[in-house]
């Protein structure tokens, strides 16, 4: 019999992944699996238990947002490329940015379908200053704000929470002067009041990339960088640029694609990956770690988000 290992954050958005349990593993036990279930307890329990157990399993699945499933893809490339099952993503969490991009499904029974029985895809994965992303690591104006943002919050206001969160900064903005670059040269330089690489459409509803242009599998993540306005007229085309993806080389948001970027600053920056906290350095470099996982997608076979 196939062996599925399910992963939950009870405390994820508000206790949803609790209030489905039992829908969820009546859809595994009719897909064919002997299933067991683990709800974390802690920050870093999904990783170790992946690490201790993933690779017993034909499947892992995970439930919670966006950090839950973090921990847990941290376990499976702890693991040896042969001992690695596929993921399954039930997100639960307050923004699930990274769900957007997989095509998920919205229901629940729809979401356990696709993680327990679809098939898996490679996608890239992210290395930042030593921690790894599933789409997205940023620093800067709001990356902050799910770390910070009191679970409780998150709970009862959802994703207004972060915008309220969000909205006390808006007085005070630094920026950091950064010199960007990949291994072919500089890329931009200047004072950044933003800036992200990912492999995703959406970040957090306040950066979202055509589906199109986002490929999961091809090697290169997309950069984007907004320098510091100085004015109510720039705060107007760098809301501008974001609408319409407006991407000037040495404009108010610019951006480009790469395997590896390099940040270089005059001060230490806090990023975060995935939403949580990544660490804070002078230098930090991103690396794309090519086809490292493969995971259940929604959508078609057919799009140019998924790959070949």
Known sequence: MKRLLYIYNPAAGRHKAKEILSGVLEVFARQ??????????ERGDATDTVIQQGGCYDRVVCCGGDGTLNETVCGLLALPKNRRPA???IPAGTTNDFSRTLELPKTMAELAEVAGAGAPRPIDVGEAGGRLFTYVAAFGLF???SYSTPQLNKNLLGHFAYVLEGAGKLGNIPSYHMTVSTPDGPEAEGDFIYGMVGNTVSVGGLVNLPRDKVLLDDGQFEVILIRRPESGKDWQSILTALTNLELVEGGAVTGFSAGEVTFTCTQ???WTVDGEFGGEQEVTTVKNLPRALTIACGGSA???GAGD
């Open 143 to 145: 990356t902050d704000v």
């Open 268 to 270: 230490p920056v806090a």
């Open 302 to 304: 057919e799009h140019p």
């Open 87 to 89: 993921l399954g993503y």
């Open 32 to 41: 064919g699996y002997e299933i067991t279930v683990h709800p974390t307890l």
